[in-house]
């Protein structure tokens, strides 16, 4: 995600943003995995991009090996995998741009996150209104009571199924896996405040691969509400978005954190 070839942020548009978000009520940051590179974790491949490496020991493709087909019927392969994210996730840290985040969380009147990312770095640098559409490693999940505890640190535990304290049905990985569907309590929240409407939204280290993240984006764009891409590189929404930073997040939001002025 760093890139010393990356152009410094607009001063005019880092002075535009830093007042639309002094005057908002609103906003709503959708976050990638191009922001936990910035903790140190790859961005592509396996479940939220943490996976190097396009194939496993087995020699089958790591979405396979992370995929719900292959958890029904090998789910001590899936654990295996999941157990090696979990633990580089735990050894990462919140970035920068994860606390930049939170301050602005706490510095508006309302605010989300929606991440892509699986880490629970957002969680981690005091983030708390956190939409994780795609699960969290560092949790175990009832699918028949929906239960969520937090995975124990020791590796013994993170490759099998324990029993749900509630219901003792087999606890299982608290994210979603290829081929399957987003978890409904999430999906459900993140709809509700779209339809609340936002004063601002932003991408950040996103590719905007999936329409449930560009969709909203594009539609703001169109409605005329200021949209705002953080990524070094073009996605789909880079022609749609009224402000575009192709810097790492961590510099342009400690521009903006700089430059905005007291509420």
């Not at 942020?9 to 936990?36: H, K, M, N, Q």
């Not at 001590?76 to 157990?83: D, M």
Request: charged share 20%; glycine share 6%.
């Amino acid at each position: 995600m760093h890139s010393d070839s990356s152009p410094a942020p607009s001063e005019r548009d880092l002075r535009d943003v830093a007042r639309l978000l002094s005057r908002a009520s609103s906003a709503l940051f959708i976050t990638g995995a191009g922001l936990s590179a910035e903790s140190g974790l790859p961005t592509y491949r396996g479940v939220g991009g943490l996976y190097e490496r396009a194939v496993t020991d087995e020699g089958i493709p790591i979405e396979v090996a992370l995929s719900g087909p292959m958890f029904q019927r090998r789910p001590e392969l899936t654990w295996r995998y999941l157990s090696q994210l979990e633990r580089a996730c735990r050894a990462a840290a919140p970035s920068p741009a994860h606390r930049r985040l939170a301050a602005l969380e706490r510095a508006l009147p309302r605010a989300w996150v929606l991440t892509q990312n699986v880490d629970g770095l957002h969680l981690a640098a005091g983030s708390r209104n956190v939409i994780e559409i795609h699960g969290n490693i560092h949790r175990f999940r009832c699918p028949a009571c929906g239960h969520r505890q937090h995975i124990p640190q020791d590796d013994d535990a993170r490759t099998w199924e324990p029993p749900c304290p509630r219901c003792a049905r087999p606890l299982r990985p608290d994210v979603v896996l290829f081929e399957e569907e987003l978890p409904r309590d999430q999906l459900t929240l993140y709809q509700r405040e779209l339809a609340r409407g936002f004063d601002l939204l932003f991408a950040i280290g996103t590719t905007a691969a999936f329409p449930y993240i560009a969709d909203p984006v594009i539609q703001a764009a169109r409605e005329g509400v200021p949209t705002v891409e953080i990524n070094p590189g073009e996605t789909v929404l880079s022609h749609f978005v009224t402000y575009r930073f192709a810097s790492p997040a961590g510099v342009v939001l400690e521009a903006l954190s700089a430059a905005l002025s007291p509420r």
